[in-house]
Protein backbone atom coordinates (compact mmCIF):
# COMPACT_ATOMS: atom_id res chain seq x y z
CA UNK A 1 0.00 0.00 0.00
CA UNK A 2 1.07 3.63 -0.98
CA UNK A 3 0.29 6.40 1.07
CA UNK A 4 1.29 10.01 1.43
CA UNK A 5 2.91 10.80 4.37
CA UNK A 6 3.80 14.44 5.33
CA UNK A 7 4.32 15.24 2.02
CA UNK A 8 6.05 12.44 0.52
CA UNK A 9 4.78 9.09 -1.22
CA UNK A 10 5.51 6.45 1.49
CA UNK A 11 5.29 2.77 0.31
CA UNK A 12 4.06 0.69 3.87
CA UNK A 13 4.95 -2.97 4.51
CA UNK A 14 1.97 -5.53 5.16
CA UNK A 15 1.81 -5.47 8.41
CA UNK A 16 0.91 -1.59 8.92
CA UNK A 17 -3.11 -1.12 8.22
CA UNK A 18 -3.88 1.27 10.95
CA UNK A 19 -3.03 4.71 12.01
CA UNK A 20 -1.78 3.28 15.09
CA UNK A 21 0.61 0.85 13.47
CA UNK A 22 1.55 3.34 11.58
CA UNK A 23 2.56 5.65 14.65
CA UNK A 24 4.21 2.74 16.03
CA UNK A 25 6.09 1.43 12.34
CA UNK A 26 7.88 5.68 13.50
CA UNK A 27 8.07 4.62 17.03
CA UNK A 28 6.53 8.24 17.61
CA UNK A 29 3.31 7.02 19.38
CA UNK A 30 4.27 8.46 22.70
CA UNK A 31 5.27 11.91 21.54
CA UNK A 32 2.50 14.78 21.30
CA UNK A 33 1.47 15.07 17.92
CA UNK A 34 -1.53 14.99 15.96
CA UNK A 35 -2.71 13.16 12.98
CA UNK A 36 -4.99 14.06 10.08
CA UNK A 37 -5.88 11.40 7.70
CA UNK A 38 -7.57 13.07 4.53
CA UNK A 39 -8.04 16.16 5.66
CA UNK A 40 -10.11 14.65 8.93
CA UNK A 41 -8.39 15.23 12.44
CA UNK A 42 -7.96 11.66 13.98
CA UNK A 43 -9.24 11.56 17.46
CA UNK A 44 -6.75 9.81 19.58
CA UNK A 45 -9.12 7.17 20.94
CA UNK A 46 -9.57 6.20 17.21
CA UNK A 47 -6.15 5.40 16.03
CA UNK A 48 -6.63 1.60 16.18
CA UNK A 49 -10.00 1.80 14.38
CA UNK A 50 -8.55 3.86 11.45
CA UNK A 51 -7.69 1.71 8.65
CA UNK A 52 -5.55 2.97 5.64
CA UNK A 53 -6.16 2.73 2.30
CA UNK A 54 -3.75 3.37 -0.68
CA UNK A 55 -3.51 7.01 -1.83
CA UNK A 56 -4.46 8.30 1.55
CA UNK A 57 -2.94 11.14 2.47
CA UNK A 58 -1.74 11.30 6.10
CA UNK A 59 0.00 14.18 8.14
CA UNK A 60 1.76 13.96 11.14
CA UNK A 61 2.03 17.35 13.08
CA UNK A 62 3.49 18.74 16.21
CA UNK A 63 4.03 21.90 17.78
CA UNK A 64 7.42 23.51 16.76
CA UNK A 65 9.10 27.03 17.98
CA UNK A 66 7.15 29.83 16.74
CA UNK A 67 6.08 33.04 17.58
CA UNK B 1 -3.78 40.39 36.32
CA UNK B 2 -4.21 39.73 32.97
CA UNK B 3 -7.62 37.88 32.02
CA UNK B 4 -8.20 36.21 28.71
CA UNK B 5 -11.08 34.02 27.73
CA UNK B 6 -11.60 32.13 31.02
CA UNK B 7 -7.94 32.49 31.69
CA UNK B 8 -6.23 34.77 34.34
CA UNK B 9 -2.28 35.51 34.35
CA UNK B 10 -0.19 37.37 36.79
CA UNK B 11 2.46 37.53 33.86
CA UNK B 12 1.55 40.20 31.28
CA UNK B 13 4.28 38.95 28.98
CA UNK B 14 4.02 36.17 26.03
CA UNK B 15 6.97 34.61 24.99
CA UNK B 16 7.77 33.23 21.21
CA UNK B 17 9.25 30.05 21.57
CA UNK B 18 11.26 30.40 17.97
CA UNK B 19 14.53 30.90 16.96
CA UNK B 20 16.51 30.17 20.28
CA UNK B 21 20.18 29.41 19.97
CA UNK B 22 19.91 26.12 22.09
CA UNK B 23 17.09 24.32 24.37
CA UNK B 24 18.98 24.49 27.29
CA UNK B 25 19.31 28.62 26.91
CA UNK B 26 15.51 28.45 25.53
CA UNK B 27 14.27 27.05 29.09
CA UNK B 28 16.43 29.55 30.69
CA UNK B 29 15.27 32.06 28.85
CA UNK B 30 11.62 31.00 29.56
CA UNK B 31 12.06 30.65 33.25
CA UNK B 32 13.52 34.29 33.55
CA UNK B 33 10.46 35.79 31.89
CA UNK B 34 8.18 34.65 34.35
CA UNK B 35 5.81 34.25 31.64
CA UNK B 36 3.14 31.92 31.49
CA UNK B 37 2.03 32.32 28.01
CA UNK B 38 4.09 30.40 25.37
CA UNK B 39 3.22 30.22 21.58
CA UNK B 40 3.94 27.44 19.30
CA UNK B 41 4.11 27.11 15.72
CA UNK B 42 1.93 23.78 14.40
CA UNK B 43 4.16 21.90 11.28
CA UNK B 44 4.81 18.67 10.07
CA UNK B 45 6.61 16.34 12.43
CA UNK B 46 10.12 14.94 11.08
CA UNK B 47 8.96 11.50 11.63
CA UNK B 48 11.96 9.81 9.79
CA UNK B 49 14.21 11.26 12.62
CA UNK B 50 12.46 10.11 15.95
CA UNK B 51 14.89 11.96 18.36
CA UNK B 52 13.99 15.18 16.84
CA UNK B 53 14.05 17.04 20.25
CA UNK B 54 10.56 19.07 21.05
CA UNK B 55 10.39 21.83 23.68
CA UNK B 56 7.22 20.43 24.79
CA UNK B 57 8.67 17.39 25.89
CA UNK B 58 11.33 19.47 28.49
CA UNK B 59 8.18 22.19 29.67
CA UNK B 60 6.59 21.62 33.30
CA UNK B 61 3.09 21.73 31.08
CA UNK B 62 1.33 22.51 34.12
CA UNK B 63 3.05 25.78 34.52
CA UNK B 64 2.11 27.35 31.26
CA UNK B 65 -0.80 28.30 29.15
CA UNK B 66 0.29 27.43 25.51
CA UNK B 67 -0.92 29.66 22.90
CA UNK B 68 -0.02 28.09 19.45
CA UNK B 69 -0.49 30.10 16.26
CA UNK B 70 -1.34 29.89 12.91
CA UNK B 71 1.39 30.94 11.50
CA UNK B 72 2.08 29.89 7.79
CA UNK B 73 -1.50 30.25 7.29
CA UNK B 74 -2.16 32.84 3.94
CA UNK B 75 -5.86 32.07 4.02
CA UNK B 76 -8.77 31.56 6.48
CA UNK B 77 -9.11 27.91 5.82
CA UNK B 78 -5.45 27.16 6.20
CA UNK B 79 -5.33 29.41 9.66
CA UNK B 80 -8.50 27.13 10.97
CA UNK B 81 -7.10 23.90 9.76
CA UNK B 82 -4.33 24.56 11.84
CA UNK B 83 -6.01 25.70 14.63
CA UNK B 84 -7.65 22.95 15.14
CA UNK B 85 -4.98 20.75 14.74
CA UNK B 86 -3.34 22.37 17.33
CA UNK B 87 -6.89 22.02 19.46
CA UNK B 88 -6.98 18.51 18.69
CA UNK B 89 -3.37 17.85 20.62
CA UNK B 90 -5.49 18.19 23.69
CA UNK B 91 -3.23 20.79 25.33
CA UNK B 92 -4.74 23.96 24.84
CA UNK B 93 -8.22 25.67 23.45
CA UNK B 94 -6.43 29.29 22.86
CA UNK B 95 -5.59 30.10 19.07
CA UNK B 96 -3.89 33.01 18.01
CA UNK B 97 -5.28 33.69 14.24
CA UNK B 98 -1.98 35.34 12.45
CA UNK B 99 -3.02 35.52 8.27
CA UNK B 100 0.38 37.13 6.69
CA UNK B 101 -0.87 39.05 3.24
CA UNK B 102 2.31 39.70 2.57
CA UNK B 103 5.44 38.09 2.38
CA UNK B 104 7.75 40.62 2.64
CA UNK B 105 6.23 42.84 5.37
CA UNK B 106 4.83 40.26 6.91
CA UNK B 107 1.86 42.18 7.12
CA UNK B 108 -2.09 40.33 7.90
CA UNK B 109 -4.18 40.08 5.69
CA UNK B 110 -7.45 41.80 7.22
CA UNK B 111 -10.07 40.16 5.18
CA UNK B 112 -8.91 36.49 5.84
CA UNK B 113 -7.63 37.32 9.60
CA UNK B 114 -11.44 37.96 10.35
CA UNK B 115 -12.93 35.38 8.42
CA UNK B 116 -10.67 33.00 10.71
CA UNK B 117 -11.47 34.30 13.61
CA UNK B 118 -14.63 34.39 13.17
CA UNK B 119 -15.14 30.66 11.84
CA UNK B 120 -12.96 29.69 15.12
CA UNK B 121 -15.11 31.98 17.44
CA UNK B 122 -18.48 29.58 16.04
CA UNK B 123 -15.92 26.23 16.80
CA UNK B 124 -15.57 27.52 20.51
CA UNK B 125 -12.00 28.44 20.46
CA UNK B 126 -10.76 30.95 22.43
CA UNK B 127 -9.29 33.64 19.82
CA UNK B 128 -6.58 36.33 19.94
CA UNK B 129 -6.32 37.72 16.94
CA UNK B 130 -3.05 39.07 15.25
CA UNK B 131 -3.55 42.69 13.27
CA UNK B 132 -2.11 45.62 11.56
CA UNK B 133 -2.44 48.57 14.02
CA UNK B 134 -5.49 49.16 12.18
CA UNK B 135 -8.26 50.78 14.53
CA UNK B 136 -11.42 49.52 12.60
CA UNK B 137 -10.54 46.50 11.84
CA UNK B 138 -9.62 45.89 15.38
CA UNK B 139 -13.43 47.44 16.21
CA UNK B 140 -14.63 44.71 14.17
CA UNK B 141 -13.14 42.53 15.60
CA UNK B 142 -13.90 43.30 19.15
CA UNK B 143 -17.24 43.29 17.94
CA UNK B 144 -17.20 40.01 16.12
CA UNK B 145 -16.50 38.60 19.79
CA UNK B 146 -12.59 37.65 19.35
CA UNK B 147 -11.31 37.37 23.26
CA UNK B 148 -7.95 39.81 23.10
CA UNK B 149 -6.64 41.98 19.82
CA UNK B 150 -3.20 41.40 19.44
CA UNK B 151 -2.28 44.63 17.07
CA UNK B 152 1.79 44.89 16.17
CA UNK B 153 3.61 47.63 17.21
CA UNK B 154 5.89 47.44 13.57
CA UNK B 155 6.29 44.21 11.20
CA UNK B 156 7.57 40.73 12.60
CA UNK B 157 11.14 40.50 13.70
CA UNK B 158 11.65 43.92 12.28
CA UNK B 159 12.49 45.28 16.11
CA UNK B 160 11.54 48.74 14.94
CA UNK B 161 9.08 49.22 18.28
CA UNK B 162 5.72 51.62 17.99
CA UNK B 163 5.60 52.84 14.90
CA UNK B 164 2.49 54.34 15.15
CA UNK B 165 1.75 55.43 18.77
CA UNK B 166 -1.29 56.92 17.58
CA UNK B 167 -3.25 53.69 16.55
CA UNK B 168 -2.05 52.00 19.08
CA UNK B 169 -3.61 54.70 21.89
CA UNK B 170 -6.64 54.37 19.81
CA UNK B 171 -6.98 50.87 19.94
CA UNK B 172 -6.04 50.57 23.71
CA UNK B 173 -9.08 53.33 24.31
CA UNK B 174 -11.77 51.79 22.41
CA UNK B 175 -10.95 48.06 23.33
CA UNK B 176 -12.68 46.20 26.33
CA UNK B 177 -11.16 43.15 25.43
CA UNK B 178 -7.56 43.05 26.15
CA UNK B 179 -4.85 44.72 23.81
CA UNK B 180 -1.74 42.69 23.55
CA UNK B 181 0.99 44.55 21.53
CA UNK B 182 2.75 41.74 19.12
CA UNK B 183 5.36 41.79 16.96
CA UNK B 184 7.71 44.32 16.23
CA UNK B 185 9.26 44.86 19.72
CA UNK B 186 13.29 45.33 19.78
CA UNK B 187 14.40 46.45 23.24
CA UNK B 188 12.73 46.78 26.52
CA UNK B 189 12.39 50.34 25.63
CA UNK B 190 9.55 49.29 23.14
CA UNK B 191 7.75 46.70 25.71
CA UNK B 192 7.81 49.24 28.34
CA UNK B 193 6.76 52.06 25.82
CA UNK B 194 3.46 49.21 24.71
CA UNK B 195 2.59 49.11 28.51
CA UNK B 196 2.87 52.68 29.46
CA UNK B 197 -0.03 53.80 26.43
CA UNK B 198 -2.04 51.26 28.53
CA UNK B 199 -1.82 47.96 26.93
CA UNK B 200 -2.55 44.68 28.70
CA UNK B 201 0.40 42.52 27.92
CA UNK B 202 2.90 42.14 25.00
CA UNK B 203 4.35 39.09 22.90
CA UNK B 204 7.73 39.08 21.70
CA UNK B 205 9.89 36.52 20.28
CA UNK B 206 12.83 37.36 18.51
CA UNK B 207 13.52 40.19 20.92
CA UNK B 208 14.46 37.57 23.51
CA UNK B 209 15.69 34.49 21.27
CA UNK B 210 17.99 36.72 18.93
CA UNK B 211 19.34 38.89 21.85
CA UNK B 212 22.95 38.47 22.33
CA UNK B 213 22.36 36.93 25.93
CA UNK B 214 18.50 36.02 25.72
CA UNK B 215 18.63 34.62 29.34
CA UNK B 216 19.29 38.60 30.65
CA UNK B 217 16.97 39.83 28.34
CA UNK B 218 14.15 38.19 29.22
CA UNK B 219 14.42 39.32 32.41
CA UNK B 220 14.51 42.56 30.99
CA UNK B 221 11.74 42.39 29.36
CA UNK B 222 10.01 40.78 32.56
CA UNK B 223 11.17 44.16 34.14
CA UNK B 224 10.34 46.78 31.47
CA UNK B 225 6.77 45.17 31.35
CA UNK B 226 6.40 45.40 34.79
CA UNK B 227 7.32 49.25 35.04
CA UNK B 228 5.55 49.97 31.89
CA UNK B 229 2.52 48.78 33.46
CA UNK B 230 2.70 50.09 36.95
CA UNK B 231 4.01 53.30 35.25
CA UNK B 232 0.33 52.96 33.65
CA UNK B 233 -1.26 52.59 36.49
CA UNK B 234 0.34 54.96 38.03
CA UNK B 235 -0.44 58.00 35.97
CA UNK B 236 2.33 60.22 34.42
CA UNK B 237 2.90 64.00 34.67
CA UNK B 238 1.43 66.05 31.62
CA UNK B 239 4.27 67.33 29.33
CA UNK B 240 4.98 70.96 29.36
CA UNK B 241 6.36 73.46 27.23
CA UNK B 242 9.46 74.65 29.50
CA UNK B 243 10.74 73.70 32.75
CA UNK B 244 9.26 73.84 35.84
CA UNK B 245 11.63 73.58 39.23
CA UNK B 246 10.74 71.11 41.64
CA UNK B 247 12.89 72.77 44.33
CA UNK B 248 11.13 75.68 46.36
CA UNK B 249 11.95 78.90 45.57
CA UNK B 250 11.07 80.26 49.05
CA UNK B 251 14.09 79.76 51.87
CA UNK B 252 16.87 79.77 49.41
CA UNK B 253 19.82 81.33 51.27
CA UNK B 254 20.88 84.31 50.30
Known amino acids: MNIHLNGKSIDL ?21 VVEHNKEIVPKGNYEQTTLADGDRIEIVHFVGGG | MLTIG ?21 KEAVAASETEILTFAVRRMDIFDKDEPNLLEELDLEKYSLLPNTAGAKTAEEAVRIARLARASGLCDMIKVEVIGCDK ?21 TVLTYTSDDVVLAKRLEEAGIH ?24 IEQSEIPVIVDAGIGSPKDAAHAMELGADGVLLNTAVSGAEDPVKMAEAMKLAIQAGRLGYEAGRIEKKEYGIQSSPESGLVT
Open chain 2, 6 to 26: EKTFRSRLMLGTGKYPSFAVQ
Open chain 1, 13 to 33: PGNVTTVSDLLDSYDIKKKIS
Open chain 2, 105 to 125: TLLPDPFETMKASVQLLEEGF
Open chain 2, 148 to 171: AIMPGASPIGSGRGIINEMNLQFI
